[in-house]
Nanobody, 121 residues
């Protein structure tokens, strides 16, 4: 069984910074991609940032230049550093990973439970 556990959400003022973390654990053979998605009330879930096992990153247009995704391969952990936060960044942020489990050797997508980020003065 594979689990993604997120941490780091909270309340921050506009212009502030926050770092999210997501650790994958369990029966993991390999991790192809790790990333972050977000969903604001009344809106669809959207991609924030992703990073491949080769280190290639991809960002949503609204966060380019403000957010940075990094990955600790030894710890199976992905981080999202969020700078210059805006009220419109308020959402539940979900960790996502494409993982080949050691148990069944099949590539599956996994989601974390979500962490709330609120940007408000």
């Amino acid at each position: 069984q594979v689990q993604l556990v997120e941490s780091g959400g909270g309340l921050v003022q506009p212009g502030g910074s926050l770092t999210l973390s997501c650790a994958a654990s369990g029966s993991i053979f390999s991790i192809a991609v790790m990333g972050w998605y977000r969903q604001a009330p009344g809106k669809e879930r959207e991609v924030v940032a992703t990073i491949t096992d080769g280190g290639t990153t991809n960002y949503g247009d609204s966060v380019k230049g403000r957010f940075t995704i990094t990955r600790d391969y030894a710890k199976n952990t992905v981080y999202l550093r969020m700078n210059s936060l805006r009220p419109e960044d308020t959402a539940v942020y979900y960790c996502n990973a494409l993982i080949v489990s050691a148990a069944i050797q099949v590539l599956n997508t996994y989601w974390g439970q979500g962490t709330q980020v609120t940007v408000s003065s």
